[in-house]
């Protein structure tokens, strides 16, 4: 298995950058975020974010963004996934986490990354099997999942599970149920987890104080926002920005 190149792009609505085209190798897309159609051999599919494509090599395929899709593309060759064509949902999150550092060790190229970098290829290739062996194809009730994320995402997390349930038309109770099934969390965990890598990124910038900081990221209470910040990452935000 050797792979022949890794990137990270962002499709826009209209762009022409993914129409028909074939690959000589064994293609996986992992759909970080946005909407839109792919076509793979025919057959068009739906994308949400949390959602990844296998396509064989010389397998004509195309992709048109709805809103602007944000993807890693990964070319392999003499990659053991040609009988999985199709689109396929990334359950529990563990084959981007495991893309994201793939993408990482490549970006920085520190020493070792070679070996490191094949490390996480070969457990990507390892979790997709499993995901596609384990029959996780997109369903309704992962479309929802799916959709909900990105509401979450597109908000930074400033907003609560009576919202987002709302604008996916299910009750919370159902949407607790599908995250608890899916994700392995709570919706409203989500939600905080996202506030926070929000709050990170506000961090960094040193015109912000931290009671704007945690008002941006829909806390009302600065102090509860300092000690939920220091339970997700060991650190008070103060201890965080420096």
């Known amino acids: 298995m050797r792979l022949r190149y890794a990137f990270k792009i962002d499709v826009e609505k209209g762009s022409d950058a993914a129409s028909d085209h074939i690959h000589r190798a064994v293609e996986i897309v992992y759909f970080l975020a946005g909407t839109g159609t792919t076509t793979i051999d025919g057959q068009t599919y739906n994308v949400q974010s949390n959602c990844f494509s296998v396509i064989p090599s010389h397998v004509v395929h195309n992709q048109i963004s709805e809103?602007?899709?944000?993807?890693?593309?990964?070319?392999?060759?003499d990659c053991d996934l040609k009988s999985s064509q199709g689109l396929w949902v990334d359950a529990t999150g563990e084959i981007k986490g495991c893309l994201q550092k793939l993408m990482q060790e490549l970006t920085t190229q520190r020493t070792g990354y070679s070996q490191i970098s094949e490390g996480y290829l070969l457990a990507a290739i390892g979790l997709i099997k499993r995901a596609i062996k384990e029959n996780v194809p997109q369903d309704r009730k992962q479309a929802l999942v799916s959709q909900a994320l990105n509401i979450i995402e597109e908000k930074a997390g400033n907003l609560s599970i009576d919202e987002v349930a709302g604008q996916l038309f299910v009750s919370k109770d159902y949407l607790r149920h599908l995250f608890k099934h899916y994700m392995g969390q709570s919706p409203m965990k989500t939600i905080v987890s996202v506030r926070?890598?929000?709050?990170?990124?506000?961090?960094?910038?040193?015109?912000?104080?931290?009671?704007?900081?945690?008002?941006?990221?829909?806390?009302?209470d600065p102090?509860?926002?300092?000690?939920?910040?220091?339970?997700?990452?060991?650190?008070?935000?103060?201890?965080?920005?420096?």
């Open 67 to 77: 809103t602007t899709i944000t993807s890693i593309c990964l070319c392999i060759s």
């Open 196 to 220: 926070i890598d929000h709050a990170k990124k506000l961090l960094m910038n040193p015109e912000l104080n931290i009671v704007e900081i945690a008002d941006q990221c829909g806390f009302e």
């Open 223 to 242: 102090y509860y926002f300092s000690r939920l910040f220091k339970s997700y990452t060991g650190k008070s935000p103060s201890a965080f920005r420096k």
